[in-house]
């Protein structure tokens, strides 16, 4: 069974940092893109970040360029999402995503998510 499992989420203070998770089972993620998506409450969903498998290039959205920074270990068929600087609107489940290519992730392998809360 192809499954993508993200844990690391939880509730942080302004400021603080989480790293999150997103592992394979079923599937290599070597020959796939990686994409962290969010949703807020009331909100659309948004891409977050992304890594290609080709080259292993990374595109940030602009509201978190610069605090997080997705890496993959694909030795443990994961993928990360180091987030530094969390801010409150930060907080919404996040998601990971893969698939064949950086174009196709929103037709591709989802997971469950995992809530990630900024608060103090």
């Known amino acids: 069974q192809l499954q993508l499992v993200e844990s690391g989420g939880g509730l942080v203070q302004p400021g603080g940092s989480l790293r999150l998770s997103c592992a394979a089972s079923?599937?290599?993620?070597?020959?796939?893109?990686i994409g962290w998506f969010r949703q807020a409450p009331g909100k659309e969903r948004e891409g977050v970040s992304c890594?290609?498998?080709?080259?292993?290039?990374?595109y940030y959205a602009d509201s978190v360029k610069g605090r997080f920074t997705i890496s993959r270990d694909n030795a443990k068929n994961t993928v990360f999402l180091q987030m530094n600087s969390l801010k409150p609107e930060d907080t919404a489940v996040y998601y990971c995503?893969?698939?064949?290519?950086?174009?196709?992730?929103?037709?591709?392998?989802w997971g469950q998510g995992t809530q990630v809360t900024v608060s103090s």
């Open positions: 890594i290609s498998s080709s080259d292993g290039s990374t």
């Open positions: 995503a893969a698939g064949r290519t950086i174009l196709s992730l929103k037709n591709g392998y």
């Open positions: 079923g599937f290599s993620l070597d020959n796939y893109a």
